[in-house]
Nanobody, 125 residues
Framework: VQLQASGGGLVQAGGSLRLSCAASGRTFGSYAMAWFRQAPGKEREFVAAISWSGAYTLYADSVKGRFTISRDNAKDTVYLQMNSLKPEDTAAYYC???????????????????WGQGTLVTVSS
């Protein structure tokens, strides 16, 4: 599967952005997806995940209540709506897909084998 992330940019603290991740190359709707992020000098960290059906979601504590992950299987796209952004949200954001057909929702980097190229989010104070 090929993943193409978009929607990053520069925003002031308190603002909002919506990231999109378009998938191609296989049946999108049968695979769990997630967003991760990586700030300069730091390890890649989990942000949000969604099950293959969209019925289940998980969030990192740092974004819970501010970010929302969703998917549109008809459009082969997963989204990350980010509200009330903070300077500490500044990072490159990556979408990822599990490769297990109808596999369980997951949050660890090693659970995902397909990655997008990343889109940069910068939040100014």
């Amino acid at each position: 599967v090929q993943l193409q992330a978009s929607g990053g940019g520069l925003v002031q603290a308190g603002g909002s952005l919506r990231l999109s991740c378009a998938a191609s190359g296989r049946t999108f709707g049968s695979y769990a997806m997630a967003w991760f992020r990586q700030a300069p000098g730091k390890e890649r960290e989990f942000v949000a995940a969604i099950s293959w059906s969209g019925a289940y979601t998980l969030y990192a504590d740092s974004v819970k209540g501010r970010f929302t992950i969703s998917r549109d299987n008809a459009k082969d796209t997963v989204y990350l709506q980010m509200n009330s952004l903070k300077p500490e949200d500044t990072a490159a954001y990556y979408c990822a897909s599990r490769n297990e057909f109808r596999g369980a929702i997951a949050t660890m980097v090693d659970d995902f084998s397909s990655w997008g190229q990343g889109t940069l989010v910068t939040v100014s104070s």
